[in-house]
């Protein structure tokens, strides 16, 4: 009877996890069609172009002759250039993770890659919290990984680095845990390079995943674990050191990024010359050095807070994002923290048994950083600018409201060991994790603009909008828009539209040298409007090529009759 029953709930538990993945990969269905790809966002086209890039030819950037005509203007918007070629914005380790992983499995599996780790992430998450919590809280926690909408959606959105830097770091971080565990060293390496990998994806929460790595490094060297240290920073250090290369070698210094803010390059530049007067060394070089070295230590406080430390505006945020928009996983949070509370202070102080204690510690560290750091900023990723779950807050914030998770198991085993009569707890807990799912499902499916069915809508008419515009472009033009890039790139070059159109001096010479394309909601008066305002004095104009969907239309900037 036994063995049946633990046939059944293999079974049921497989299904599960086929279940979730498929939801999970909705969107990556949604963004095929016959063979071409179209995602919702253009960070989202970028990684996926870039990944597919390496996957295919091995290079990262790709040359773009037009670029200096048009002042480095032609690319898609998440892409910028360095010297003649266009390269990602965002940090380079997503593309080289999953590019190497594209070139074992192949371009099509790219879109599933996120969505299938996601799955696997939890079973990880399991063990982890399993070394610190009961079984039931562990095995709840897991559970509620797979359904919190945070996690869902972005798994959902799989082109997006978040995920994969949040699963990387948990399967990281329970290699490691194994190999001190069971003093199996060649663990620790491979958790050393799971989390350095972690930080190519993300290298902006360097700061906080470092000092959690300090914690714990303290507390092995107090254990005589030397060996696994070591190995876990060496294996740390192999992606870091790829990633500084080819940091080098994309944007022309280990430090730059393709977030290039200005910041970032007065820090570099102050790191830079402390490091060329330590160089060249000399006692009368000391007060030239130490004012560099103030002035590097400045640089780097504006850029380890790059957006400001502003309470009042990350409180805001953090009610909205944090507590408000999930408010039925922050009720059971809450009351959790208190329970986990007060059971680590008894086993801290009663059975010295401190890992519960730590475990709360972390959680508040790295809720308080991550609510600073990107709470202190104000920005939106809707034109509306309305409160939603695709806005960037909730994504940066996955790892707050993963380490939340075992407070609202916790507040889920208090009552269900409360639980009276002969209903079995299995019921129970099904029931509700049911009515999670029912709301967790709720936004991330259907209740924003954003959600995943009006982004896959969104994505159906982007792929009927890339179509009308292959049969009304030659292949070798530039269409301007302000927001439509990702419609249209890879198989027509794309340069962004800016108020005012700051870009109208660049036109003439592209004009000269190709077909150049506006695609806007611009009547035949408006275009007019533009033609008279802003091209006149150039010899050009706007003529109609064609209507399409909701207003959508498609101008050709030619020379005036």
Request: one cysteine or more.
């Amino acid at each position: 009877m036994k063995r049946y029953r633990k046939i059944i709930i293999g079974f049921l538990c497989a299904a599960a996890v086929v279940l979730i993945f498929l939801a999970y990969s909705l969107l990556s269905f949604a963004s095929i069609d016959g063979g071409t790809v179209r995602l919702n966002s253009p960070d989202e086209t970028a990684n996926y172009f870039f990944v597919r890039s390496i996957a295919q030819t091995g290079q990262i950037g790709y040359d773009e002759p037009l670029l200096a005509i048009s002042k480095g203007v032609v690319h898609p918007r998440s892409m910028t250039t360095a010297g003649d070629k266009v390269v990602p914005v965002g940090f380079l380790g997503l593309a080289v993770v999953y590019g190497f992983l594209a070139k074992i499995f192949g371009t099509w599996a790219i879109l599933f890659f996120t969505p299938l780790l996601a799955v696997c992430s939890a079973f990880a998450f399991y063990a982890l919290l399993r070394r610190i919590f009961p079984r039931s809280v562990a095995a709840l926690s897991a559970v509620l990984m797979l359904v919190h909408p945070a996690y869902w959606y972005y798994a959902a959105r799989g082109m997006l680095p978040n995920i994969l830097f949040v699963d990387l770091l948990i399967i990281g971080a329970l290699c490691v845990a194994c190999a001190f565990e069971k003093k199996r060293w060649w663990l620790s390496l491979l958790g050393g390079l799971l989390i350095g990998s972690a930080l190519t994806v993300r290298f902006s929460e360097i700061l906080w995943v470092s000092a959690a790595a300090i914690v714990f490094i303290i507390a092995g060297l107090r254990r005589r674990t030397v060996a696994g240290i070591l190995l876990g920073i060496l294996g740390c250090a192999i992606p870091l050191g790829i990633f500084f290369s080819l940091n080098k070698a994309v944007y022309g210094h280990p430090l730059l990024f393709g977030y290039q803010m200005t910041a970032t390059y007065e820090s570099v530049s102050a790191l830079d010359r402390t490091l060329d007067i330590l160089r060249h060394f000399s006692m009368s070089a000391l007060p030239a050095l130490k004012e560099s070295v103030v002035e590097t230590l400045e640089k780097a406080r504006s850029y380890a807070f790059p957006f400001g430390f502003d309470p009042p505006t990350f409180s805001v945020h953090f009610y909205q994002y944090g507590i408000g928009m999930f408010w039925w996983f922050s009720l059971l949070t809450v009351f959790g923290f208190f329970i986990v509370l007060r059971k680590a202070l008894y086993d801290c102080f009663r059975r010295h048994r401190y890992r519960p204690m730590g475990y709360i510690a972390l959680a508040l560290f790295v809720g308080s950083w991550l609510t600073a750091f990107y709470g202190s900023w104000i920005f939106f990723d809707n034109i509306a600018e309305e409160v939603t779950i695709g806005n960037s807050y909730v994504r940066y914030w996955l790892p707050m409201y993963l380490l939340s998770l075992p407070f609202a198991a916790s507040t889920l085993v208090f009552f269900l060991r409360g639980a009276a009569g002969r209903v079995p707890r299995t019921l129970i807990v099904i029931a509700i994790v049911a009515v999670l799912m029912f709301f967790s499902g709720k936004a991330v499916l259907y209740e924003y603009r954003d959600s995943v069915f009006p982004v896959a809508e969104n994505i159906t008419r982007y792929h009927k909008n890339a179509e009308w515009i292959s049969t009304m472009t030659p292949s070798d033009a530039v269409i301007f828009s302000e927001r439509s890039d990702k419609n249209f790139f890879p198989q027509r070059r794309v340069a962004q539209s800016f108020p005012n159109l700051a870009e109208r001096d660049l036109v003439p010479p592209l004009v000269a040298r190709v077909p150049v394309y506006y695609y806007s909601l611009w009547t035949v008066a408006d275009a007019d409007y533009v033609s008279t305002r802003y091209f006149a004095e150039y010899g050009l104009r706007l003529s109609l090529v064609a209507s399409f969907g909701e207003g959508e239309r498609l101008y050709k900037v030619i020379a005036t009759e």
